[in-house]
């Protein structure tokens, strides 16, 4: 799994979604819903320049987080801050909510999936405290990175504004 295998796993409960139209299994839906930016705009130079991979970031406008795909949970990080997933395309991605918010050693975070569970688009994985990391001092952008994009030969940011999570946020060719 390349960059989640440095990690310890953990886990926590499943939520199931409600029933989904099909996919592309390639692309990304947004996870969140809020306003989608450029990596470059994060402000971050782990994720603006890109070092993790391509891929894009949203301003939460609630701490709801979910399935941006169907696939797999590869990583629940042990400080609930950050996901590692896997399409049904081989698309690897990582969520990672807030910026620095490793340091709140899993406050603020509320995981509902597990390591190795399957997830369908829509599903609920995270609830974040957004009002608790941004007392702690922390922003809350959320990366949205495919820590594979070498694997691709494009990797195109489809939307910008404020969206609804599920709308295609990466195509991923």
């Known amino acids: 799994m390349g960059l989640f295998d440095r990690f310890k796993k953990g886990s926590q409960t499943a939520v199931q979604s409600e029933t989904q139209a099909p ?38 406008s609630d701490g709801k987080v979910y399935a941006p795909f169907d696939g797999e949970i590869t990583m629940v990080y042990d400080t609930k801050h950050a996901l590692g997933l896997m399409s049904k395309g081989g698309v690897e991605l990582l969520i990672h909510i807030g910026l620095d918010t490793v340091n709140l050693e899993g406050k603020c975070f509320n995981i509902k999936v597990k390591d190795g569970q399957k997830i369908k688009k829509g599903d609920l994985m995270a609830i974040a405290d957004l009002e608790g990391i941004k007392k702690a001092g922390y922003r809350t952008v959320t990366p949205v990175i495919v820590t594979n994009s070498d694997d691709f030969e494009k990797i195109e940011k489809v939307c910008e504004g404020t969206q609804d999570a599920g709308v295609k946020l990466l195509d991923v060719k």
């Open 23 to 60: 996919t592309d299994p390639k692309a990304v839906y947004l996870p969140m819903n809020g306003k989608v930016i450029d990596l470059k705009e994060v402000g971050d130079g782990v994720f603006s320049e890109g070092m993790l991979g391509q891929g894009a970031a949203v301003e939460p």
